[in-house]
C-alpha cells in the first residue's frame, strides 16, 4: 500500500469523513484478503473514487487521465506527488487507441495481484440513472483471471453532485455483492458477443444492487446530446 494512500486514508482524511458522513458498507466480507479483484462500479459522483477505498481494507487502483501526472508549475508537481503517491496509473486517453492502452494498463494492475477499481459506464451517470457498460473490462476479466465484484455506489451523487464544487453533507454507502463467475467464457476474450453478454451481465447485477434504473445506451451519447449546439 502506497505510504501516501496509507497517510490519507488513516491519518489526513479518513477519519474525519467517518466522522462527518458516516458511511457505511455491506458486503465487505465478500472482498478476498489476496490475489487480483476487480470492483465493477457505477459511477453516480467524483466522490465515489474516495469513499470506495476508504471503506475497503485493501488498496485499490483506478485508471487516472495522464494529464494529471504531466502537469508543470506547482500545482503540477503537487498533482503528479498526489496520483503517484495514492498509487494511481496513468493512462493516455486521446486517440484512438485510449481503450487499448486503458486494457493494457488495467492488466499490469491485475498481473502483480492488486486490486482495480472500473467503472464500466466510462463516466458519471448525468441523471443518476445507471447506462450500458463497456466491454473493456470484460476483456480485462477475461485475460487477466481476477475475481469480479459489483459494487453500488449509493447516494454519492447527493454529496456532490455533477457540477457542483462544494460537498453537502449526506450519509453515503457501499454495497459489494458476491463475485461473479465467468470462468464459462475462459478463453473467448476475442468474441465481442460474449464481451457484451459478460459487461450486460455485470450492469444487470450493478442495477439490482444498486436500485437503479437501466438505460441501455452509453451516458457518453447522452452527454453528448445534451451539449449545446455551437451556431456558425
Not at 28 to 46: D, I, K, R, T, Y
Amino acid at each position: 500500500m502506497p505510504f501516501l494512500f496509507w497517510l490519507v486514508k488513516f491519518v489526513l482524511l479518513g477519519p474525519f469523513l467517518h466522522t462527518v458522513y458516516r458511511p457505511w458498507i455491506v458486503g465487505a466480507e465478500n472482498v478476498p484478503e489476496s490475489g487480483p479483484v476487480v470492483f465493477a462500479s457505477n459511477h453516480l459522483s467524483f466522490v465515489d473514487s474516495i469513499f470506495l477505498p476508504l471503506l475497503v481494507d485493501r488498496h485499490i487502483v483506478f485508471l487516472a487521465k495522464s494529464e494529471y501526472f504531466t502537469g508543470t508549475g506547482v500545482r503540477g508537481r503537487f498533482s503528479r506527488f498526489f496520483f503517484s503517491g495514492m498509487g494511481q496509473v496513468p493512462i493516455d486517453r486521446s486517440g484512438g487507441k485510449a481503450a487499448e492502452a486503458a486494457i493494457a494498463a488495467g492488466r499490469g494492475v491485475l498481473a502483480e495481484g492488486r486490486q482495480l477499481g472500473i467503472y464500466p459506464e466510462g463516466t458519471r451517470s448525468p441523471d443518476g440513472r445507471l447506462y450500458r457498460g463497456r466491454t473493456g473490462i470484460a476483456r480485462m476479466l477475461l485475460e487477466s483471471g481476477a475475481t469480479v465484484l459489483p459494487v453500488a455506489m449509493i447516494d454519492t451523487d447527493k454529496v456532490l453532485p455533477t457540477g457542483t464544487y462544494f460537498p453537502k453533507l449526506r450519509k453515503v454507502g457501499v454495497v459489494v455483492g458476491e463475485p461473479m463467475d465467468f470462468s464459462r467464457f475462459a478463453g473467448m476474450e476475442g468474441d465481442r458477443f460474449v464481451l457484451r453478454s459478460i459487461t450486460d451481465e455485470i450492469m444487470h447485477e450493478l442495477s439490482k444492487l444498486s436500485g437503479q434504473e437501466y438505460v441501455d445506451v452509453y451516458a457518453s451519447s447522452v452527454k453528448n446530446r445534451s451539449k449545446p449546439s455551437v451556431r456558425r
